[in-house]
């Protein structure tokens, strides 16, 4: 015997990233998925976006790694609420975690919270978390071939940043390529060259992030 | 790496339809996979044999349907085949197209007793 189904197999994770949604637009919440390799600077850049979106926003950080605190006490020197959130070996965070950890936060009190997700350009793009946003990584050394390998992160997310644009100069790193073969994937992507060393291009990126921020949350 | 929580969201589906059509065993469970889901099929069955041992759906056969990415030019109105998911219209270069196909990643139907 046939029995017709047609389900979504990931509809779980579906339903739990739309129930993230609705809670998030309740408490007017704005939600930051960060991703990209390990080493392109995620953290980095997390800590200056603080430094900058905290003049407007009380911000919260969920750190995702597969072991460790070691990004979660860099951010709570700041005296940001961080929760870390612990894959165990996962290469990804799925909307469940997210669910599970915002019990650790006082959401009346949060306007934007940053997601750092697991060091890995596969899987993250595959799974939503409630994100308002993602912020695709790429940073000089790894490479200017990596858009065209992995077609899903970058054709996923609203925002890529080529971070360690600094050291552009000692690597044979053809910028404008990348940026063709981003828009070919995504027309409607946001580039940033960005150090988080010099600081040089943060701005744009901070507006940039500002004004979606403002589009949604009303203060 | 995350195919084993793919296969256990396969088995949570059978197992809500077992109980809504009270079928003793599964002989195969037919599979939609579009080219743009990023999921490899190759691994799925694989995984599926391990995650599924003593559960309903322990034994079935994964009969898996690739599907082909596909695009229409909101310019043009072209419909081509999406290839290493450049997203160019074929005919006139416009980028502004939208996928209509490719994205699937669903259980279809099932085989039971």
Same mark, same amino acid.
């Given at each position: 015997?046939?029995? /017709?189904?047609?389900?979504?197999?990931?509809?779980?994770?579906?339903?739990?990233?739309?129930?993230?949604?609705?809670?998030?637009?309740?408490?007017?919440?704005?939600?930051?998925?960060?991703?990209?390799?390990?080493?392109?600077?995620? &953290?980095?850049?997390?800590?200056?976006?603080?430094?900058?979106?905290?003049?407007?926003?009380?911000?919260?950080?969920?750190?995702?790694?597969?072991?460790?605190?070691?990004?979660?006490?860099?951010?709570?020197?700041?005296?940001?609420?961080?929760?870390?959130?612990? &894959?165990?070996?996962?290469?990804?965070?799925?909307?469940?975690?997210?669910?599970?950890?915002?019990?650790?936060?006082?959401?009346?009190?949060?306007?934007?919270?940053?997601?750092?997700?697991?060091?890995?350009?596969?899987?993250?793009?595959?799974?939503?978390?409630?994100?308002?946003?993602?912020?695709?990584?790429?940073?000089?050394?790894?490479?200017?071939?990596?858009?065209?390998?992995?077609?899903?992160?970058?054709? &996923?997310?609203?925002?890529?940043?080529?971070?360690?644009?600094?050291?552009?100069?000692?690597?044979?790193?053809?910028?404008?390529?990348?940026?063709?073969?981003?828009?070919?994937?995504?027309?409607?992507?946001?580039?940033?060259?960005?150090?988080? /060393? &010099?600081?040089?291009?943060?701005?744009?990126?901070?507006?940039?992030?500002?004004?979606?921020?403002?589009?949604?949350?009303?203060? | 790496?995350?195919? %084993?929580?793919?296969?256990?969201?396969?088995?949570?589906?059978?197992?809500?339809?077992?109980?809504?059509?009270?079928?003793?065993?599964?002989?195969?469970?037919?599979?939609?996979?579009?080219?743009?889901?990023?999921?490899?099929?190759?691994?799925?069955?694989?995984?599926?044999?391990?995650?599924?041992?003593?559960?309903?759906?322990?034994?079935?056969?994964?009969?898996? !349907? !690739?599907?082909?990415?596909?695009?229409?030019?909101?310019?043009?109105?072209?419909?081509?085949?999406?290839? !290493?998911? !450049?997203?160019?219209?074929?005919?006139?270069?416009?980028?502004?197209?939208?996928?209509?196909?490719?994205?699937?990643?669903?259980?279809?139907? %099932?085989?039971?007793?």
């Amino acid at each position: 015997m046939e029995i /017709k189904v047609v389900k979504q197999i990931l509809e779980w994770n579906e339903d739990c990233s739309n129930e993230i949604k609705d809670t998030f637009e309740k408490k007017n919440i704005y939600m930051i998925n960060v991703m990209g390799s390990p080493g392109a600077g995620k &953290t980095s850049l997390i800590v200056n976006l603080i430094n900058e979106l905290r003049k407007y926003y009380k911000i919260a950080v969920i750190e995702g790694d597969i072991a460790g605190q070691i990004d979660a006490e860099k951010i709570k020197k700041m005296d940001i609420p961080v929760v870390q959130l612990n &894959t165990d070996g996962a290469c990804h965070i799925e909307a469940m975690s997210i669910k599970h950890i915002l019990q650790y936060f006082n959401l009346d009190e949060i306007d934007v919270i940053i997601v750092e997700n697991i060091g890995n350009l596969v899987c993250p793009a595959e799974f939503n978390i409630g994100e308002d946003i993602r912020v695709a990584i790429l940073s000089i050394p790894e490479g200017d071939d990596k858009v065209e390998k992995y077609p899903l992160m970058f054709s &996923t997310s609203e925002i890529l940043v080529l971070n360690k644009y600094d050291m552009k100069s000692y690597f044979d790193f053809d910028d404008k390529k990348v940026e063709s073969v981003a828009r070919e994937l995504n027309p409607n992507i946001n580039i940033f060259r960005v150090s988080n /060393k &010099t600081k040089e291009g943060l701005n744009e990126l901070v507006n940039a992030l500002k004004n979606a921020i403002d589009k949604k949350i009303k203060k | 790496m995350h195919e %084993l929580s793919i296969t256990e969201g396969i088995i949570k589906i059978v197992e809500s339809e077992a109980k809504k059509h009270h079928f003793n065993k599964v002989n195969s469970i037919k599979l939609v996979v579009g080219e743009l889901s990023g999921v490899f099929p190759q691994l799925i069955q694989e995984y599926f044999n391990i995650a599924s041992r003593g559960t309903i759906a322990e034994g079935a056969e994964l009969i898996i !349907r !690739r599907v082909e990415a596909r695009m229409k030019c909101n310019e043009c109105g072209n419909e081509s085949i999406i290839e !290493r998911h !450049r997203l160019r219209c074929k005919n006139c270069g416009s980028l502004n197209v939208r996928i209509t196909a490719g994205k699937e990643f669903y259980v279809d139907s %099932l085989e039971v007793d």
